[in-house]
């Protein structure tokens, strides 16, 4: 004979069951994305590798590559994104105005950010950390050895608290010299203004490979002075929507460790394989909890190839930047890149 009083815990038990399964309303920002038929996402004005157009207007890079996958997974096709090019300083009053649904844009993750913005962080799409360019005939070695000496940085960035902190720490005395807009920083850093340009390594190969007449004449020092972990951010407020762009980004990630591709993503839909079948909506439909539906995570996949796919297109070691993998591997290879179970 049960207790009145397990039987109200069992019942709870059961009925927080059945509301497991009760699919998960839309939410605003998906309602107004399906009622102007586009995401409105937030990129850098032009970071190679990571969001920059082409004379065409063409978006590519991996931030881009993560909003076709966002758009591909709601409204069905990858096309249907309006870019929003924005600088440092622009970036989070669009997001938190709603003149944007996404910002998907080199953008580091934060306590300050996170609970003071209003807005909320995802997850990582790629882990850098500050760094510092010179040029090979200045002979500098070590971020150390710019003790004294000027330094480009943007501000209204994390860029600019990162150098003061560093040379603080170190008892450097480091001189920076402060532009509002990138364009202006590195500019400065070419015509030889300043001593080092500092910016994530990832922007410094960028810049290198863009920007120098030639790039062999600057090098990136070995040191790396923060943590910058970046990925899209939206505004606080609407769950569900939150819950769609993480969840679309761990998808991808799921896909690279279980071999689903761009090229194999129709093929893998006849896998045996539970994780595999949960991914692509063959058996169950994950897609419902998230006011989607069962083929979401399957055309987000078949848009922009899974994350490792996007990884070398834009910055691997095959590509212009030529990135090492390093901490962006998946957590089964020695990196970090951890998806959260799709089940």
């Known amino acids: ?46 970071l190679a590798g990571f969001s920059q157009a082409d004379s065409a207007g063409n978006w590519t890079g991996l931030d881009a590559d993560v909003c076709k996958a966002i758009a591909a997974a709601t409204l069905g096709d990858a096309n249907k994104i309006k870019w929003v090019p924005l600088n440092a300083q622009q970036r989070f009053a669009a997001l938190q105005s709603g003149e944007i649904d996404v910002l998907s844009r080199n953008t580091t993750f934060s306590l300050t950010r996170d609970a003071s913005l209003g807005l909320h962080i995802t997850t990582p799409t790629y882990y850098d950390g500050q760094g510092f360019m010179v040029t090979t005939k200045s002979k500098i070695k070590d971020a150390k050895q710019l003790k004294g000496q000027t ?65 062999d004449e600057h090098v990136i020092l070995p040191q790396l002075i923060s943590k910058e ?17 993480k969840w679309v980004v761990y998808g991808l990630l799921e896909a690279e460790e279980y071999g689903v591709t761009q090229a194999n993503v129709d093929q893998m839909k006849s896998s045996t394989d539970p994780v595999v079948q949960r991914l692509l909506g063959t058996t169950e439909d994950t897609g419902k909890l998230l006011g989607l539906d069962k083929e979401w995570m399957a055309r987000a996949i078949k848009a922009s190839g899974n994350y490792g796919e996007i990884f070398e297109r834009n910055v691997g070691p095959k590509s212009a930047l030529k990135l090492p993998r390093g901490a962006n591997n998946l957590w089964n290879k020695g990196g970090l890149m951890y998806a959260y179970p799709i089940r």
């Open 1 to 46: 004979m049960f207790k009145t009083g397990t039987k109200i815990v069992l019942s709870s038990l059961v009925a927080a069951g059945a509301l497991a399964s009760i699919p998960a309303h839309a939410g605003k920002t998906l309602d107004a994305i399906k009622a102007r038929g586009q995401v409105v996402c937030g990129v850098n004005t032009g």
């Open 151 to 215: 330094v480009c940085v943007q501000s209204g960035t994390t860029t600019e608290k990162n150098l003061t902190d560093f040379s603080k720490a170190n008892g450097l005395n480091i001189k920076p010299v402060v532009f509002e807009k990138v364009e202006a920083a590195t500019g400065a850093y070419f015509s030889g203004r300043c001593v080092a340009y500092t910016t994530d390594a990832s922007g410094l190969a960028s810049v290198r490979n863009k920007e120098a007449k030639n790039p």
């Open 229 to 245: 972990p970046l990925g899209p951010m939206v505004r606080r407020g609407d769950d569900e929507w939150f819950a769609i762009v």
